[in-house]
């Protein structure tokens, strides 16, 4: 994927193997000289980036004196409008590649100066990398990163990504440290963008890579485990410099040492103290090289998986070499991000949490249980996925069956009153996560909408109780909603 800053249109369509329609050449015969970015953003020079365009979308960038479009879907009359405008249309059958190439031209043009943390895996990206920006902020840098609470930027299937380095730094000037989150897999309309994580890698190329574990999520973009971790690898592997952070606990991750080129160096991290990794957590308290980082009570939440988080972000600011006493002061006054574990009252304790696939379900519901006290009442709300298919829903519910007791109050929700048809639950999504419960005898109680499950909930709970909210989009509202119940 090489370029510099200045490429003709021709050396920009072969590098994503694309083919040119209308104009061969930017507008007036000049270079590009302006962003990636989409088309509702787009400037004159700008080059946009979309899955689809039809003819209407050509005169839009036309009007706008963009530089060019690319897609990978011209639908109805977009190629012969293209024609007739003599605009040029890059059409290509990865726009991955695109998206890949824009990341890299920004990187390398906006931010050449940057050290670069790129972080994947199915569980934890968000929380790591958002940890992980809070301490280099915390250690007076400057910091861009892609995570936000609702992860809306972490996806990089458009150049929005590349669109927010290059207005952040023509705002706020050059920035020290670029932190990008990267879907472990991706897809668009149902098909697998193949390593997508791998492409995303080598444009940004990190200084630290991070795998935080490997799990099994996006059904029906994957089916099996090892496609997941095919889909890793790729990761790995266009890893060529700085250091390969990653969860020594976890055995598929400890497999991707055979993708490691030699001249990345390995930093693991780990729950157990007795694997000889440098970096650990013995239960009571972290220790790197043998030397007390931070005690269990100093922080800022004390479950297995969100410790496996912090230990992530330790490891990767010891990569950058900020010292040990700057990353232990910010991690104690670090506040997450919304839906991570997040407290939303005290009595009850309501914690809410983004968990949505099997493995993030289970850790959460058995940490969550262990906050209950004796004589206190467990209740799990959870928002069954929709229009994520049967097959997600299905490992969802066996999740929640593996680990809820009969002590334990299961509620869930099908959220139609808050989600839209993107996420609404199809019949066939809940009667599958239903007939797993039924068929292992687990009680529950299910809700059509997801303000009716919270306020049932809340009424017969006390303050002696725990509520925990999980579940992805259809969840999303409900912190909202439970200010109106409780106000």
């Known amino acids: 994927m090489e370029n510099t800053r200045n490429f003709s249109l021709k050396e920009l369509a072969n590098s994503i193997q694309g ?63 293209a024609e007739k405008l003599n605009f040029p249309l890059i059409v290509t059958d990865k726009i991955e590649l695109a998206n890949g190439f824009a990341l890299k031209w920004t990187i390398e043009t906006y931010s050449p100066n940057s050290k670069n943390i790129a972080i994947t895996g199915t569980n934890g990206k968000s929380t790591s990398s958002h940890l992980i920006y809070h301490i280099l902020k915390e250690s007076n840098f400057k910091v861009f990163t892609n995570t936000d609470s609702e992860s809306e930027f972490n996806t990089l299937i458009d150049p929005i990504v590349s669109k927010l380095i290059s207005d952040k730094i023509n705002s706020e000037g050059d920035q020290d440290f670029l932190v990008i989150e990267i879907s472990e897999v991706q897809g668009w309309l149902g098909s697998l963008m193949k390593n997508h994580a791998g492409i995303m890698a080598n444009a940004i190329n990190p200084d630290v890579g991070i795998v935080t574990n490997i799990a099994l999520d996006h059904i029906g973009l994957v089916n099996s485990i090892d496609e997941v971790f095919d889909e890793i690898s790729g990761f790995v592997n266009a890893l060529d410099k700085g250091t390969f952070v990653y969860n020594g606990d976890d055995e598929l991750v400890l497999k991707l040492l055979d993708y490691k080129n030699k001249s990345v160096n390995s930093f693991p991290f780990s729950m157990d103290k007795n694997k000889n990794i440098n970096l650990y957590y013995d239960n009571e308290a972290i220790f790197y090289n043998d030397n007390l980082v931070l005690n269990k009570e100093e922080l800022p939440f004390q479950s297995n998986h969100f410790i496996q988080n912090i230990l992530t972000a330790i490891a990767t600011c010891i990569s950058l070499d900020i010292p040990i006493n700057q990353i232990s002061k910010a991690i104690k006054n670090y506040h997450s991000l919304n839906r991570r574990f997040s407290k939303l009252s005290d009595e009850p304790l309501i914690i809410d949490d983004f968990a949505h696939n099997p493995d993030g379900i289970k850790a959460t519901i058995i940490e969550t249980s262990k906050l209950v006290p004796e004589n206190g009442n467990f209740y799990i709300i959870n928002a069954i996925r929709g229009s994520r298919g049967e097959e997600l829903n299905k490992f969802n519910a066996e999740a929640i069956s593996d680990v809820v007791t009969d002590d334990f109050h299961l509620i869930l929700s099908s959220s139609n009153d808050v989600v839209d048809k993107l996420n609404f639950v199809e019949v066939n999504e809940k009667n599958t996560f239903l007939k797993v419960l039924n068929d292992k005898n687990i009680d529950y109680v299910h809700y059509d909408e997801l303000f009716d499950a919270l306020n049932e909930t809340y009424l017969n709970s006390s303050t002696e109780d725990v509520i925990l909210l999980i579940g992805a989009q259809g969840m999303d509202p409900a912190e909202e909603l439970l200010k109106k119940i409780i106000k």
């Not at 700008?46 to 879907?73: F, P, Q």
């Open 19 to 81: 083919e040119i329609y209308g104009s061969d050449d930017f507008f007036n015969d000049e270079n590009f000289i302006g962003r990636f970015t989409v088309l509702n953003d787009a400037n004159k020079g700008d080059i946009v980036i979309r899955h689809w365009i039809n003819g209407k979308g050509i005169e839009i960038a036309k009007g706008k004196n963009i530089s060019c479009l690319i897609t990978e879907n011209p639908k109805e009359d977009a190629l012969e409008v």
